[in-house]
């Protein structure tokens, strides 16, 4: 009687990777199209690009100086500075974020204290949950 040699488990693995490689790779090269596409469009929707050409540009209003903008995650965080000789007073500070053709998006209400000095700064933060993706423009109302 012939003696059959039983062949391993990697042997016939291997054997099967072999005649099959187009087939493993198609579906290696789907399933890595697919993680790569899932990875892209998950950052494309979680962190929508703002236009921060004229969004972030510096404004003066009112002799405060609005520089040194910044918006992320719809926080937005400003350095104000007061270019007068004497203190700056005030209640509050409006700011109004703007679509494209200047509408409104929405409004948020931020403090940085009743006064600046002369030639002082402070920082003013405001943030909402409203989506600023498509803000393009930012007015600043200073209330007295």
Do not use: P, W
């Amino acid at each position: 009687m012939a003696k059959v040699q039983q062949k391993s488990l990697v042997q016939i693995i291997t054997e099967k990777v072999k005649n099959n490689k187009k087939r493993y790779l198609i579906n290696c090269l789907v399933i890595g199209i697919l993680v790569i596409g899932s990875i892209l469009l998950y950052n494309f929707t979680t962190s929508k690009a703002i236009d921060t050409s004229t969004l972030l540009s510096d404004q003066i209003v009112d002799n405060l100086k609005f520089m040194d903008t910044k918006l992320q995650n719809n926080k937005l965080t400003v350095v104000v500075y007061n270019q007068l000789e004497e203190s700056y007073n005030l209640k509050t500070i409006d700011v109004e974020f703007q679509d494209e053709n200047y509408n409104e998006i929405t409004t948020v209400r931020g403090y940085i204290g009743e006064s600046i000095d002369n030639k002082g700064m402070k920082q003013l933060v405001v943030s909402t949950d409203v989506d600023l993706s498509n803000a393009s423009h930012i007015k600043y109302i200073i209330n007295k």
